[in-house]
């Protein structure tokens, strides 16, 4: 059974087009997230979704339009893919954190490597 | 603002011997927690272990342990016994809340190689 899921693992695209990648969480959790690893691996937030609710926003271009049906989806939409867009994006999810020092662990999917040409 | 560096982007390291992984943060919160992950080639992102700031004990699981110097900020991942399937990129974390949601901050990763 998988707990987070992506579709597609890998997406190759030309400038200038729009894509989706879709994202599921069968684990019943509140919270999902986007996170982008560049070509340097390095790993970096992009947004948080609570019960459908934009919560984080990381100063992302609003090319990327994330959008959240009901609370086990998260899919991210890019418009006008650029060359700097390459990169593995991964989607997470985790309960609801309530207290500060409640620990709620963050289950990643398997990553979408997006290459745009 | 907070910051997770590893000053090591490259270790390696014989089969069975002990590695450590650096780490070190800034953060003003005396309440966080602290996660290493692993990323094996397959690139999955799987936890390998995690600190509660407010606890002094040094967490532990099997050949995993960390080295928690909460005065210092240094958040060390020590391997021991290390085996062929260690192998991979190491990345420490810090978790952060904000506006009612969660985000990790990552650090820039360690690159493990273990040879046989």
């Known amino acids: 059974d998988t707990a987070v899921s992506q579709t597609p693992k890998y997406l190759v695209t030309q400038m200038g087009n729009d894509k989706s990648i879709k994202c599921e969480q069968n684990?019943?959790?509140?919270?999902m997230y986007w996170y982008k690893q560049d070509s340097k691996k390095f790993l970096k937030i992009m947004f948080s979704?609570?019960?459908?609710?934009?919560?984080i926003n990381e100063t992302v271009p609003n090319r990327f339009s994330p959008k959240s049906p009901d609370k086990a989806h998260l899919n991210l939409h890019i418009n006008s893919l650029e060359l700097g867009d390459s990169a593995v994006y991964f989607c997470?999810?985790?309960?609801?954190?309530?207290?500060?020092?409640?620990?709620?662990?963050?289950?990643f999917g398997p990553g979408t490597r997006l290459t745009v040409l | 603002a907070q910051t997770v560096t590893q000053s090591q982007p490259e270790m390696s390291v014989q089969e069975a011997e002990t590695v450590t992984l650096s780490c070190t943060y800034d953060?003003?919160?005396?309440?966080?927690?602290l996660f290493w992950y692993k990323q094996p080639p397959s690139r999955q992102m799987i936890l390998v272990i995690r600190?509660?700031?407010?606890?002094?004990q040094n967490a532990t699981e099997n050949r995993f342990s960390v080295n928690f110097q909460k005065a210092a900020k240094s958040f060390s991942l020590k391997i021991s016994d290390s085996q062929l399937g260690d192998a991979a990129m190491y990345f420490c974390?810090?978790?952060?809340?904000?506006?009612?949601?969660?985000?990790?901050?990552f650090g820039k990763g360690t690159k493990l190689t273990v040879n046989p």
């Open positions: 997470a999810s985790s309960p609801k954190t309530l207290q500060l020092r409640a620990y709620n662990e963050q289950f």
């Open positions: 684990l019943g959790h509140d919270t």
């Open positions: 979704y609570n019960n459908k609710e934009l919560i």
């Open positions: 953060t003003s919160e005396s309440d966080y927690y």
């Open positions: 600190q509660e700031a407010y606890k002094q």
């Open positions: 974390a810090y978790r952060i809340h904000q506006g009612g949601s969660e985000k990790l901050v």
